[in-house]
């Protein structure tokens, strides 16, 4: 089955963390540029990092940078966001996203809420 599914969300306090998982399936995960959304209630849905797959460079979004890292794990097809020094507006729901642009392919998991409270 071609899917995403994320995990690990949850409730956290202000600076502390959390750490996303992704799980892929059913498609070419290593030949795939993975990204982590964020949608939070009100707003459009923004890019918070994003990771390729040959060479594996990553990109953040301002707002996290240094507070956030995203990785990928091949062998086991998951992609992570290991989140420190959460704060109030990083409160959304995060998506899994995957991309391959030359075969026009992209993929969504159905999302994972983290709520950090002040």
């Known amino acids: 089955q071609v899917q995403l599914v994320e995990s690990g969300g949850g409730l956290v306090q202000a600076g502390g963390s959390l750490r996303l998982s992704c799980a892929a399936s059913g498609f070419t995960f290593s030949s795939s540029a993975m990204r982590w959304y964020r949608q939070a209630p009100g707003k459009e849905r923004e890019l918070v990092a994003s990771i390729g797959s040959a060479p594996v460079s990553t990109n953040y979004a301002d707002s996290v940078k240094g507070r956030f890292t995203i990785s990928r794990d091949n062998a086991k097809n998951m992609v992570y966001l290991q989140m420190n020094s959460l704060k109030p507006e990083d409160t959304a729901v995060y998506y899994c996203?995957?991309?391959?642009?030359?075969?026009?392919?992209?993929?969504w998991g159905q999302g994972t809420q983290v709520t950090v409270s002040s």
């Open positions: 996203n995957a991309v391959r642009a030359v075969l026009r392919f992209e993929l």
